[in-house]
């Protein structure tokens, strides 16, 4: 499976801060709303990424650490 750059960086982005929301990930990465909350889709949906709790007060958890060494190295 093939993971983007904005895929990476978005995993690398949440390793460092699980708190981050959607908003934080578009202003770092200079990316639309919609083109975060669709990467994010597709990272959920391969089972790599889950978010946890509220969506206030609620964190994103990579679940699988190993498939992230494998990504992003």
């Known amino acids: ?3 983007s750059t904005k895929e990476k960086e978005m995993l690398q982005l949440i ?3 699980p708190h981050i929301s959607i908003e934080g990930i578009c202003e770092t990465l200079f990316m639309s709303r919609t ?3 669709k990467y994010m889709k597709r990272l959920r ?3 790599i990424v889950v978010h ?3 969506k206030k007060y609620g ?3 990579i679940i699988n650490p190993k498939a992230l060494e494998d990504i992003i190295y």
């Open 1 to 3: 499976m093939k993971f």
């Open 15 to 17: 390793q460092r801060n």
């Open 35 to 37: 083109s975060v909350t």
């Open 45 to 47: 949906t391969l089972g």
């Open 52 to 54: 946890r709790g509220t």
């Open 59 to 61: 964190y994103y958890e």
